[in-house]
């Protein structure tokens, strides 16, 4: 198809979105090419998940022996390529001696560890999570998001907290507010509650990064109501951070732990991991099914996303490119700190906020657009959220140091549209 034909194709799409941006037809590595062959720097590698760049050939390769050889079977059958997997994940986060369920997506995932939580806890209701949170867009998902206040019908015993922002003059965050608020809503309806569920960096709400501090005392509070904790790491897991898991890094194991997107290397891929040091075998005394659950193509995908990190030293890679990616970012943002404040992040995942203070929600986000758009312009993509207040980046982990400084040199042409 030409050009012409392509666009009026927009018209069979169903408008979920307002689809904006060039037509992309291609990609390798950190990079996406348009259908007018123009070259992009995707610093957020797709929707987060292409971890090793766009059409990895490796990647590709193993993708093809895998469909030749078994892609799906009945949810009952078990696969050789799960097992080997299965034990793999064990290995790579041992201090929760992990049992794992692998799954499609995010949202599936976490309502797949939301219902053993109810189940487990005997049947309790409840869950209490970050009033800025995101978890998905199913009924269920939705209803502990931020988004929560605009699900029909509303989900019942859905209980909200604020999650400690970060300080934007180096000082220390009071995390006691915001500890004793979680610990009055738990000790006014522990009856009900099941599980908390929370992202441990809070991405969508505006990249905050809760101390340690705050998670050990969460840890403790749930542990004296009897109450599970759920970390969903769809974002943070797998080696974005730094480490395979971000619980890792802040002293705090959860009960259940989700992961997605960089686990499928741009396919649809999630999991749930039980603590099998808190949750017993014989806790599991409900079935749980679905008809792309534990497939030998979703296991082969993880583990083969495992070896890599392993033989490349990708965790160390990860560490050093995010720390000189935050140092160029607060260097910018001393040259342009009326429109770019606090950057801040771990390995890479790292954003900074934009300065939009006075404006409504509306006027917010219809800044941050323009961002984007002028973002495009300099052949960068890059995303808002936190309602247009934050630019969130998380690039493939093959990113390498010179596209680093070609991403800044575009961000500060960017930036110079705006001062």
Not at 41 to 59: R, T, V, Y
Not at 143 to 171: D, L
Not at 410 to 416: I, P, S, V
């Amino acid at each position: 198809m030409n050009k012409k034909e392509l666009l009026q194709c927009y018209d069979y799409l169903a408008p979920v979105l307002d689809y904006t941006g060039p037509i992309i037809n291609s990609g390798k590595g950190c990079y996406v090419y348009d259908i007018d062959g123009n070259k992009y720097l995707d610093f957020n590698c797709g929707q987060f998940c292409a971890i090793f760049g766009h059409s990895d050939e490796k990647a590709a390769e193993m993708i093809y022996r895998t469909a030749k050889n078994l892609m799906h079977l009945n949810t009952n059958t078990i696969n050789d390529e799960m097992l080997i997997t299965a034990k793999k994940i064990h290995d790579i986060c041992p201090e929760m001696n992990g049992r794992s369920i692998i799954l499609s997506t995010g949202s599936e995932a976490n309502e797949c560890a939301l219902r053993y939580a109810k189940n487990m806890s005997g049947n309790k209701p409840g869950i209490i999570s970050f009033d800025c949170g995101y978890h998905g867009l199913t009924h269920g998902t939705e209803g502990y998001s931020i988004s929560r206040k605009w699900v029909k019908p509303q989900v019942k015993n859905s209980f909200a907290v604020a999650a400690p922002p970060i300080s934007e003059n180096n000082s220390k965050t009071d995390i006691m507010p915001y500890v004793k608020e979680f610990e009055g809503i738990v000790k006014e309806n522990k009856d009900i509650i099941a599980a908390a569920l929370f992202e441990p960096i809070v991405s969508s709400g505006g990249m905050y990064l809760p101390p340690k501090e705050y998670w050990r005392e969460i840890r403790r509070i749930c542990d004296e109501n009897e109450i599970y904790l759920i970390f969903d790491e769809c974002q943070t897991g797998f080696a974005r951070t730094g480490s395979w898991f971000y619980y890792q890094q802040i002293d705090c194991i959860p009960d259940m732990l989700v992961c997605a997107k960089s686990i499928g290397l741009g396919l649809p891929v999630s999991m749930v991991i039980f603590n099998g040091n808190t949750i017993p075998k014989d806790k599991f005394t409900m079935h749980h099914f679905s008809s792309h659950q534990n497939e030998p193509f979703a296991a082969a995908l993880i583990s083969y996303a495992i070896d890599e990190i392993k033989a490349n030293n990708i965790l160390r890679k990860i560490q050093e490119d995010g720390q000189y990616l935050l140092k160029r970012l607060e260097e910018l943002s001393r040259k342009y700190m009326t429109f770019m404040r606090s950057p801040h992040g771990i390995g890479l995942m790292c954003g900074f906020y934009l300065n939009i203070d006075g404006m409504d929600r509306f006027q917010a986000e219809e800044q941050s657009e323009r961002f984007c758009k002028e973002a495009l312009r300099n052949n960068i993509i890059i995303q808002c959220t936190n309602y247009g207040r934050t630019v969130r980046l998380l690039p493939g982990y093959c990113i390498t140091r010179d596209e680093i400084d070609f991403f800044m040199e575009a961000l500060e042409r960017t930036l110079d549209a705006f001062i």
